[in-house]
């Protein structure tokens, strides 16, 4: 029997293999397209799978049914699914890798496999790559020469790496979502433009880009739209066009009618799961929905709408933010809220109501154990000053344990403290906006759950960010013990730094009880980070989701090792958009002398 991978990326695959074997064996539609649901959400989840089912919660996952969560138990407990690795042994095992190569569905994979007789899965795309040049694909029915070099060409960028499964990060998605909105704002009829999809929901990977513009001259704007540098033009058709770039991703635009814009962003924004849920609430009022309007169903007449607002209204509902758009209630909460009722949908956390960023770290070397900052203080709070900040926290490294003894380490700490605050009345003389400093440390929580700071030196830090950066592989029972001995060393621990430790999308996160973190965090006044930095998005929104409805508090922050990372902040508040997070829930949201007050408790 095979080994299937623990990932969410490894499950998705399997699941998006099972469906591409229910196609080819022309099972029934809707179970084809269950699996493929599984696996969108299984891709998008921000939660490993394995800890959701071990925390007995599988059933939070929207769009995985009865049977898909037996087969995940299954996976979880045996390592095997025994239905899943029957059917997929059905299916010759050269088409699935064929399934990674852009363009080439299940039917088509199968078709190939089976003409060209491809055995092996190793050498399925080099035994593809060498009949294409051979040009033994071109006689194939259904073929012909111009699909024979479309082929090679899809197998040139599978290549390079640059498959349209490969999701990117949500900076690189924006980065590249910009550049193509302010090229079609200088040279199409352009009135409104907007993202779509999964980067509209701030999801923290990202497939295509996605976008939808409102216009009166459709062609005009596909045309302009075809002019951005591309390498390829995939499709093209009186409501859109599709582009693969030259970074290999590709970029889908639609167009709409200005008065049935609203229509469309509500419809293209997704998730899947939240539109099947709007969906069935507005059959229950005799409603239909897309991308075009409201029909009703009695009379077929079809209403356009401009805008969100008034898409939703029409179904009797609030604008939901597409953050929370995930289908975890929020349908729910907005009907709530309609009705007058409490427990609506929450007043989200936006950019401007954070007023510091506690995260940072600065070039002052304290010889520690990771890596300096790049800049001063005075830089760091020029920053501040232009992010609109009343105060910042200095969160470097701890000093190294193994080349100081805890005498040189406090001294140390007392040296940085005296700088610091020296430097900080030095600048603000010289300035008339006042930005406060808080001078924190960031203090690694060793393999045995003892901090790597000695108890005299916590006399010259306002309060420490406790994190894990190194073993990250310990079993959950001995990882849970290490971070609660961690969290309770010293009253003057007040956030739990980057707390699942995940880099995306490498690393995975530390297996962790969370109920446990959440009862120690909650008895302790202890924040959890939701930290900013693009390869972290940590804590996962789902896991922001959970303990905001066990009433933790967050910090919202950048992890900056240079003054322009903290432009980084808005990333960290989608995710505790994405996790229902409002103002009450984010600690610096609050100013500099209520702040102050929290990170003092009276304990201390």
Excluded at 42 to 71: N, Y
Excluded at 147 to 159: H, K, N
Excluded at 368 to 388: I, K, N
């Amino acid at each position: 029997m095979m080994t299937i991978g623990m990932t969410n990326l490894a499950i998705a695959g399997m699941l998006r293999n099972m469906a591409a074997a229910y196609e080819i064996l022309g099972e029934n539609r809707f179970r084809t397209i269950a699996y493929e649901r599984a696996a969108d959400s299984i891709e998008h989840l921000t939660s490993e799978v394995k800890d959701l089912w071990e925390d007995d919660k599988l059933s939070v996952i929207p769009g995985v049914g009865p049977a898909i969560r037996s087969h995940l138990d299954e996976l979880f407990r045996t390592g095997h699914v025994r239905h899943i690795e029957a059917t997929l042994k059905r299916v010759p095992e050269a088409v699935f890798p064929l399934l990674l190569v852009p363009g080439l569905g299940p039917k088509k994979a199968y078709k190939l496999v089976k003409a060209l007789d491809m055995r092996t899965e190793k050498r399925a795309v080099s035994d593809l790559e060498t009949a294409a040049k051979a040009h033994a694909i071109a006689p194939l029915e259904g073929f012909g020469e111009k699909s024979e070099q479309d082929i090679l060409s899809a197998i040139a960028i599978y290549r390079k790496g640059q498959i349209k499964e490969n999701r990117m990060g949500l900076p690189q998605a924006d980065a590249i979502a910009r550049d193509i909105i302010a090229f079609l704002q200088k040279g199409a009829p352009v009135r409104e433009i907007t993202v779509l999809g999964s980067l509209r929901r701030q999801v923290a990977t990202i497939g295509d880009i996605d976008i939808a513009v409102a216009t009166g001259r459709p062609a005009d704007v596909i045309s302009r739209f075809l002019s951005y540098p591309h390498q390829k033009m995939i499709e093209k058709g009186p409501t859109g066009a599709s582009l693969l770039l030259h970074n290999g991703r590709q970029a889908d635009l639609r167009v709409q009618d200005p008065r049935a814009y609203g229509a469309m962003l509500q419809y293209f924004t997704g998730s899947k799961n939240h539109n099947i849920a709007l969906r069935t609430w507005a059959l229950g009022k005799g409603l239909s929905l897309s991308e075009y309007g409201i029909k009703q169903v009695k009379t077929g007449k079809t209403t356009a709408y401009a805008t969100e607002e008034a898409f939703y209204r029409a179904l009797g509902l609030p604008w939901i933010p597409p953050e929370l758009r995930e289908d975890r209630g929020e349908l729910e909460a907005a009907i709530r809220q309609a009705q007058g009722k409490p427990d609506g949908l929450p007043d989200l956390v936006g950019l401007s109501d954070i007023k510091g960023d506690l995260h940072i770290h600065s070039d002052y070397d304290l010889e520690p154990s990771h890596d300096l900052g790049r800049d001063s203080l005075a830089v760091l709070l020029d920053r501040a000053v232009e992010q609109g900040y009343r105060y910042i926290g200095l969160s470097d490294h701890n000093p190294s344990v193994t080349n100081h003894t805890p005498e040189d380490i406090t001294a140390i700490m007392k040296r940085r403290k005296a700088f610091y605050e020296k430097a900080h009345a030095a600048w603000q003389r010289k300035h008339t906006k006042a930005v406060g400093i808080f001078i924190l440390c960031e203090v690694d929580i060793l393999t045995d759950g003892t901090l790597a700071l000695p108890e005299s030196a916590f006399t010259y830090v306002d309060g420490v960010i406790a994190s894990i950066h190194s073993s990250f592989t310990q079993p959950e029972g001995a990882m849970t013990k290490r971070v609660v001995r961690g969290l309770t060393a010293h009253p003057k621990v007040r956030i739990f730094g980057h707390p699942t430790g995940r880099l995306l999308p490498d690393r995975e996160g530390i297996a962790l009880d969370w109920k446990e973190m959440f009862r120690v965090c909650k008895a302790r006044g202890i924040a959890l980070e939701i930290n900013a930095h693009p390869a972290r998005l940590d804590l996962p929104d789902t896991i922001v989701f959970d303990a905001r409805r066990q009433g933790l508090k967050f910090i919202i922050d950048s992890d900056a090792h240079e003054a322009t990372a903290m432009d980084v902040m808005r990333y960290g508040v989608s995710v505790a958009r994405r996790g229902w997070a409002g103002t009450h829930d984010v600690l610096n949201s609050m100013e500099y002398n209520d702040l102050a007050a929290w990170l003092t408790p009276s304990r201390i």
